[in-house]
Structures are given as C-alpha cells and as structure tokens.
C-alpha cells in the first residue's frame, strides 16, 4: 500500500521561503527607487508650480504699475535689486528667503519661500538701465531662482502704453 501526502513537507517549505524571500530581495530595491522617484517628482512639481506662480504675480504686478505724475513715467515710489513698492502701496519684495507682495493697505502675503535668488532690473525705451530713476522704466526684467529653479521675464508697462 502507498501513503498519501496531504501537507508540506519540511524541504518544500524551506524551499518555498528561500523562492519568496529571493523574489523580495530582488523587487525591494524597485519598490524603493520607484518611491523615491515618486516624492522626487512632487518635489520638483511643487517647486515648479511656486515658482511660476511667483512669476506670474510678479508680471502681473509690474504691468499694471500706476501711471506716473508725468508724461510717459510710472509712479514708482521706490526699487531696487529685489524690490519695488508703487505709490499706491502696492510692490514686491523679498525678505530673507521669501518673496512677498505688498498689498495697498501695507499688508503682505508670501508668494514664493524657500527664494534663492530674486532680482529685479527696469529698463528705458532706449535699452538703457533706468536703475537711477525707475520711474522712466519702460519694461522690467525679472529673474527669480528658487529651490534649484531658474525662470526669467520681461513685463512691459502697460501704462507707458496708454492702456
């Protein structure tokens, strides 16, 4: 008479958690990288979506400048290489690693942290610097860097424009 086997046998069960735990070893470092990549991405997909929305505030901003009290000038009450307040009160300015937009009543908000470069430059009609006097500006050029992220642009005042 034969005898029937109903259950593992202690090799086929060694056998089965060396298989398995190879196969885990082998996948582990997959799971891991992809993990890794995934937060790498979310990372970089915020620092995106910041920076260019910083951007897009800040061109917003210098196109609307105020029309100044004279011909062909804005009314700029103050700039320099990382900030600008119009007489309205309204501007951009950065503050130790954060950049802020100043509202009209004074108060201001951050719309980009973490800033590692900001600078802002107001050119002439005639391509000049108009550092000394940025009322005279007719178009800005900014240039913002944060979390590794570089983007640059030009806002041309629309007030210069008659618009």
């Known amino acids: 008479m034969t005898r029937v086997r ?5 090799v086929e069960a060694v056998a089965t958690t060396v298989v398995l735990s190879v196969i885990a070893a082998i996948t582990l470092p997959v799971i891991n990288a ?24 800040i061109v917003r901003l210098l ?12 009314d700029i009450a103050s700039m320099t290489s990382d ?16 950049l802020l937009v100043r509202f009209e009543d004074g108060a201001t908000a951050p719309i980009c942290r973490g ?24 178009r800005f050029e900014v240039r913002l860097k944060a979390g590794g992220l570089e983007v640059r642009s030009v806002a041309f005042a629309r007030a210069r424009y008659g618009t």
């Open 83 to 98: 900030s600008v307040r119009f007489a309205d009160g309204r501007g951009i300015e950065l503050s130790g690693d954060t």
């Open 115 to 138: 800033v590692q470069e900001f600078e802002l430059r107001s050119i002439r009609s005639d391509g000049t610097d108009a550092g000394a006097d940025p009322m005279e500006a007719q």
């Open 34 to 57: 992809s993990t890794d990549s995934y937060a790498a991405a979310a990372t970089a997909s915020r620092v995106v979506d910041e920076t260019c929305y910083a951007m897009d505030r």
């Open 63 to 74: 196109r609307e400048a105020p029309l100044g009290p004279t011909v062909a000038t804005l």
């Open 6 to 10: 109903s259950a593992f046998t202690l």
